[in-house]
């Protein structure tokens, strides 16, 4: 077989663009007749740096990756990706995404790679390595770099995002004061590794796994666990045997995958950015996955892992209980994975792969038939609010469940009167107005807050109530935006509203103290105002010139706000979603 890499270094019909290939790669040691025997040449994409303190143990991990590649017999070229630090990128770090996909695209297509190891942990480098080598489709395998440790706080734990979110509530109620408000943050992040919670990150590293696209077991292992330097070297060994099989992502990643990891999903409560991400990257392989997709498929499923925010444990309990292959084993002793054939990165199926696996600890990922709750997936909404928005039915509480979702001889539908912002800013500004005379009965509802909008999306849905609500201990409200939520949240919120205000969804016509009405029971979501009021709206809108939103800053956000498609479909550059498989193509 001849491997790609040999069109770059051993190209005989064309010695002089051979030559000039070749000779300035010699410059790190590596010599001619090793470039030219036939060894597969293996990437490293890699995301760990200064700026990506989640993924910045990947730069340690990719020493025992490259000596995996040597031990099989191929040669390792280790270059870096465009960072993405989820806490660190302003506006927000899923505005790079897109554009870590593009220079990882332009990286595999136009240098001599054969394979690659894709080195995912926070939460936008996952998706934004999947999508570009579903987009290549040369063979890849994913590493997690790991979670954290757990954190802890006064003898309990403290996880990433979650322990902030309540923290915060506590600081807004002058329970504490902000030094120890600061000092349950930095003991929620006692290590390397991405956050410990069942957030976006540990979300997308276990669907990187249910997809077949890691190593059995790799999702889980914490960062600083030997292990992890353990499966380092295996998947390095495993990238370059692919080569040899010609095993690709559209191999791994089919229509059924998908729904796998879909199923295995609700069984973690994983975050609502998930469907985002699956979807977009399920675009690059040209299949069409829908929310549609996520509520037929995942919401019957249980919720297994009782993992913050939706439950009580972190990271390292989720590994040492089983981790993915946990939850993966216990829904194939059930007949719940739809798809025990797709194949992994393994070349084995995710039934062979899968089914000896054990739970360790029935605290921390519960059994099927007992599980944390019943039927815990996302439900898609729509209306003449949206054409599509989810909610995470894991993280309702009991009595909004039993009240709204869980009893079909009495459907009910939830009305409340909507308090509107636009973007988070304004949220901000207004949310203490007593003018705006927020109570139980209302409904905070933020805009201006999509791929558009807000260039990437911004994560602002969880909207806290007023200071006067959380002092009479009301916690919470139900949130409805056009953003994302951060997965480490546990608010009930309707969210990734496509399409958003900014391109003239129905939220755009929204405005204070209209009534909105949420029926879970029939998926709809509705303004309750006369259709022709509202048509009035959207012209008197189009006219002083459409949805407002705030100018660029850089030219990348002009570019993506040019080209991005809605949060329903993946939030990708329409225009690349037609390139497919380019690493078949000359
Ligand atoms: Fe990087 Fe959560 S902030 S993983
Ligand atoms: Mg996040």
Redesign the pocket.
């Known amino acids: 077989m001849k491997l790609r890499s040999q069109q770059w270094f051993d190209n005989p019909d064309n010695p002089s663009m051979t030559a000039l290939y070749i000779e300035r790669y010699l410059n790190f040691g590596i010599t001619r007749e090793e470039l030219q025997s036939g060894k597969p040449i293996i990437g490293i994409a890699q995301t760990g740096s200064d700026l990506?303190?989640?993924?910045r143990h990947h730069i340690e991990l990719a020493k025992r990756v490259r000596d995996g590649i040597v031990a099989s017999g191929g040669i390792c070229f280790e270059f870096p990706v465009h960072p993405i630090?989820?806490?660190?990128k302003r506006p927000t770090?899923a505005l790079d995404r897109n554009l870590a996909y593009l220079g990882l695209v332009e990286s595999l297509h136009g240098y001599p790679i054969d394979g690659v190891v894709l080195t995912i942990?926070?939460?936008k480098t996952t998706p934004a390595l999947l999508m570009a080598a579903a987009t290549v489709n040369i063979p890849a395998i994913a590493l997690s770099v790991g979670?954290m440790l757990n954190g802890w706080h006064k003898g309990k734990r403290a996880g990433?995002?979650t322990a902030i979110w309540q923290a915060r509530k506590e600081l807004a109620a002058g329970e504490i004061n902000y030094d120890e408000f600061m000092d349950v943050a930095t003991a929620s992040a006692p290590s390397v590794?991405?956050?410990n919670?069942m957030?976006?990150?540990?979300t997308m590293n276990s669907l990187a796994e249910a997809l077949g696209m890691q190593l059995p077991g790799a999702a889980a292992i914490p960062a600083p666990y030997r292990e992890r330097g353990q499966i380092s070297y295996e998947t390095g060994k495993r990238i370059v045997d692919m080569v040899r099989e010609d095993l690709k992502p559209s191999d791994v990643m089919t229509r059924e995958a998908f729904e796998n990891a879909i199923v295995a999903n609700s069984a973690i409560g994983g975050s609502t950015n998930a469907p985002i991400h699956l979807n977009g990257i399920a675009a690059h392989l040209g299949i069409e996955l829908t929310n549609d997709d996520w509520q037929s498929v995942g919401h019957k499923i249980p919720l297994l892992c009782n993992v913050q925010p939706a439950g009580e444990y972190l990271g390292e309990d989720f590994h040492q209980a089983g981790g993915v292959p946990g939850v993966m084993s216990e829904l194939l002793a059930n007949d719940a994975l739809p798809h025990p054939d797709a194949v992994t990165v393994t070349g084995k199926s995710m039934g062979e792969v899968y089914a000896s696996a054990k739970v360790s600890n029935a605290d921390v990922i519960m059994p099927f038939n007992a599980p944390m709750k019943a039927a815990a997936g996302f439900i898609n909404l729509r209306g003449n609010l949206f054409n599509s928005a989810i909610m995470k039915t894991s993280v309702i509480s009991e009595e909004f469940r039993a009240r709204y979702l869980s009893n079909p001889d009495d459907p009910e539908a939830f009305e409340g009167r909507a308090i509107v912002f636009d973007g988070p800013e304004d949220y901000h500004d207004r949310i203490e107005d007593d003018a705006l005379g927020i109570d139980e009965t209302c409904i905070l509802v933020i805009r201006g807050a999509g791929p558009i909008g807000h260039p990437g999306g911004a994560e602002v849905v969880n909207m806290q109530p007023p200071a006067s609500l959380l002092k009479r201990g009301i916690t919470e409200l139900p949130c409805i935006g056009d953003g994302r939520q951060s997965?480490?949240s546990g608010s009930p919120s309707i969210l990734n509203a496509s399409p958003e205000a900014a391109a003239m969804g129905g939220l755009a016509l929204l405005e204070t103290n209209d009534k909105l009405r949420i029926d879970l029971n029939t998926g709809t979501a509705d303004i309750l105002v006369a259709d022709d009021i509202l048509e009035a709206r959207r012209v008197a809108l189009e006219e002083a010139g459409g949805y407002q939103y705030p100018d660029h800053q850089t030219p990348w956000q002009e570019i993506q706000r040019g080209l991005v498609d809605q949060f329903d479909k993946g939030m990708v550059l329409k225009p690349a979603v037609k390139y497919q498989r380019i690493a078949q193509t000359k």
């Open positions: 990506s303190p989640c993924n630090q989820e806490t660190g770090a942990g926070c939460d979670p990433s995002g590794g991405y956050c919670t957030g976006t990150a540990t997965g480490t």
